[in-house]
């Protein structure tokens, strides 16, 4: 963002089975921010709303990690104040590589979780896990298997 630029400041709390599940706080650019209502936000993803105001998402930066759970968030989510969460916070950059979105998002992990497909690779003493490129969905809405390594291991 520019110096001074003014952003907008949402606070959510999504469920699921009419339980708590997530505590996410989002900034946007104020310009992006008026194209769309509360009640827009409270029924849409915010990255539908996003695009819908004309903004290409590109690419996100993201974190996950794990925190606990203060008082304000821990009564939202129905856990107890100092109880585990998941976390994440992940930048949201368009084509001309300008934020569009940040977030900070708190999970409870009795109802959500990360999962990803590992695979070995190098040789030798080098050998280590290393995340399996994301493959296309095919038209029967399952994943194909992975059909080659994801490349070279990096340092």
Not at 52 to 57: D, H, L, N, P, T
Not at 104 to 115: E, I, V
Not at 125 to 150: I, L, M, Y
């Amino acid at each position: 963002l520019e110096p001074g630029e003014r952003v907008q400041r949402s606070v959510r709390v999504r469920y699921i089975d009419d339980a708590a599940l997530s505590h996410l706080v989002t900034f946007v650019p104020e310009s992006v921010g008026a194209t769309y209502s509360q009640e827009d936000l409270a029924s849409t993803p915010l990255l539908s709303l996003l695009e819908r105001s004309g903004v290409r998402a590109e690419r996100a930066s993201q974190t996950i990690g794990a925190t606990l759970a203060g008082p304000e968030v821990a009564e939202r989510l129905e856990v107890e104040v100092g109880g585990p969460l998941l976390s994440i916070t992940r930048t949201v950059f368009d084509d001309d590589d300008r934020g569009v979105e940040h977030l900070q998002a708190l999970y409870r992990p009795d109802r959500y979780a990360f999962q990803m497909e590992l695979m070995r690779i190098g040789r030798g003493p080098e050998r280590r896990w290393s995340p399996v490129a994301p493959t296309p969905f095919k038209a029967n809405g399952r994943r194909s298997r992975p059909s080659s390594s994801p490349g070279s291991p990096r340092a």
